[in-house]
């Protein structure tokens, strides 16, 4: 979006003939080969080191990613040679260009210092760290005086549909790979270096323009990019061979964003910040934990699961109305005390019912333990069951139920912010005076906002309490509501991909990062900081949500106005 | 007779110190508009200030002499964290929407409680805080009246802090300053009042009473955890509504009526009829708080004392 916004004047004075490469070019090129190289070499005597670089032309980890930051280089080195000219016309290459070398040169300075660190001095270091990191310091210099390229907005590019679905498509094998393989990583050192390696790229394509490209295909192909999305999260434990360790994670990464997504409808689409919402996603645990056949339930009624959902959903959506009915008097900063208060007032009942402080119903601080496992027309879910000779374990089986409860939650979302009420909630979250007086009913649609997210925080409660066995009080406090909020924040608010971007974010680095497990709340506290100050928007920003931070921008303002007018002409001609 | 007498000299304990941090919530909205989320952890980073100046600078003596020592330490720890927190996490953010200073305001609640957890020796269990000859120790006994010296402590220490705000907010150029910002921040810039600057003084104001509220919450608990500050910070956010946020008497008149009406619904909530009373006693009264706080912020916002009415969307 950087790029698209620049004043087409100072780019159009710099523009460079593509036809005669630069003494640049040749330099960045040369750099690359030597990266290339350099990678294939032994990096250092160690086995010990890095996990293993010490031999030939059998690259370790660290190697390959090297490697993989020297093709795309190239890619990008051709793409300025004159190889792809429709794209060239839509990526800056020489900003990318720049990104890369940076990243390749900070990479592997890291990378000898590491070394010389870990060995008691340089003289452990193989010639091939040296050739790759003249190699990375060359693409660095090289690309440092190339002229930035003149590119179009890519809204006003259109290409073959089969061309914009195959780039989707690719984009998606990509994540499930990329995810794949990140999660096969046991050493922590090499995951944080995969991870920053990923920002690094991500960095280079950011600055060439590449995902706003994206943004727009997926803008066009919609459908297409969700049916996607949804087959690679299909996938993922095909990939996994019925390991646990990575499926327990991702079940929980789908429970979490299955509630953001809840709260995405209050807080994203309706604007009502809610501090408490971790209490919906309680009560339909506790809901689901009464009802369970569990020898501790303390209700001795015992209906099938689906009527189970269906009662915990709305048990939720009824205290969602009783905490949305304030929103009639209060807003703003007083709507999230109350919210914040609400959850705690569910937290301490559900610690106290239990038969000496009041009635028994959830046996206080014990919680309801020994949840037994779904049962579905004799498919049990604590069971390895085999798919096509690949075993998916009990996480995996929870993975695919909640799969589908997360794709019903998303159509509903969607089917939701694209109908009358979600313009109503916009409007609500805009200027609630303005949207009263052009006859939205605002009352009834924050009720509704509330009700809604605490049904689906509901359903997935008493999913959740099965899949985690027990349920306890101390699974529901505030800082729960506060990680919720964060995923919404950190993936950017309103979005779905943004939050589900989040919600992985959230749940999932902690996991890998065990080395600084201790430290996660403290990195989580300074993180939300740092996103309010750099990027408030979040990572995936809606453009109209980042327009509301950035009011002053009238280049972006214009460019929402075009995109959307892009966007009513296209759908009305596919009507 | 003397069982209520006794609940309202333990209410008024309690509300003493609400109402000490209750200003903090109070003068910093009062000025920018700003729930100042964080301020339970300042709080929190008071009392901690105490305790690290009390075990590394005063060698560890219970002599009476050390507690001015100890309150100086206390408010320097919370006034730094509060002065810090505003120009880095806040000032950035003083044009954003709404919504963006609060969730800073929660990410750095978070920091700041596991900070001290991880960083403060000892901290991730409760400590012990010194129990200091005079302020400690034997209580008074009035007819069938029990005094705790340390709750004694709490309320002459409120009523000092009141009284010296009270002359610095009226009496002195740079309190006037603050008043004419709360009341309308763009003529008093225009008036020759450095803002930013008066900012910075609520937020160190509010610290200083936070941070001599850490004091006698060590006191009268005779220990702490880095989790105090967020319950003591909601509850003292409850005062300050109560009294009608914005308004510093209010925040005090709001404080001291929490803390009775917290300890008499303890005591008095036991004697419900029809069962009722299975949701009365000490381990509901937290519900019984936030249920006030919840009724107060819908049916009345401004607050008991209705001193100003604040567009709150």
Redesign the interface.
Known sequence: MNTSTLPNGARGTTAVTVSRPSMQWYLTLAGVVLLIVGSLLSWCYDEGVLGNVSLNVNPGPIQVFMIVIAVLTLFFLLLRGGLFPVLDRLLDSARALRALGATATAFMVAVVIVIALQTSGLANADPGVFVALVGAALITWGSWSLASDPTVDPVSVHMRGWVDILVIVALLAIVLFGAAYALGQEDGTVFVLFLSVLGGVSLALARSGLFSWIRVIAQRHRQVLMLGAFAVAFLFPFTQNGSDANMSIATQVIIFATTALGLNIVVGLA?L?D?GYIAFLGAGAYVGATLSYSAFATIHWKPPFIVVMIIGACVSATLGLIIGT?TL??????L???T???G??FR??M??LDGN???NLTRGPNGIPAIPDLEFFGFNFGDTHSIFGIPINRFGNYYFFLLVVAAIIILVFTRLNNSRIGRGWVAIRED?KAAEAMGVNTFGLKLFAFAGGAFLAGLAGTVKAHQDVSVTPDQYV??ES?FL??AI?LGGMGTVAGVLIGATILKLLPEKLRFVS??R??I??????LI??FR?EGLVASHRRQL??HEEDTELAEHVEHAHLEATAGSEGSA | MDLFMQQLVNGVTLGSLYALIAVGYTVVYGIVQL?NFAHGEVFMIGAFGALGTWSYLLGESTSIWVLPIMIIGAVAASTGTAVIMERF?YR??RH?????????A??????????VR?FYPGAKSKLPFPQIDVVTGPAFKLGGVVIQRAALFTVIALVICALLLWLFVNRTKLGRGMLAVSQDPDTARLMGINVDRIIVVAFALGAILAGVAGVAQGLQNSNIDFRIG?LAG?KA??AA?LGGIGNIEGAVVGGLVLGVVEALVTQYTQYLPFGLS??G?S??K??WT??L??LV???R?QGLMGARVVD??
Do not use: K
């Open positions: 604007g910040l501090l304030p008097r209060v807003s703003g900063d007083y999230a005390i109350v914040l208060a609400f705690e007032i301490l009942a610690f106290n402080n009041g009635p609630e505030f800082l506060a909020l964060a924040v201790d430290y709340l403290l989580f506290g300074l993180l939300l900081v309010m100050r408030p509301e931070f | 729930i996490a950035p953010l954003a929407p709404r919504l963006a200073p609060l969730i800073t929660i990410g750095v609640s978070v920091f700041l409680q596991e900070a991880l967020f909601l956010f409850t509504v299975a949701f006693g381990s509901w937290d519900v936030f249920a706080l919840i912020l819908v049916f916002p709150r969307a």
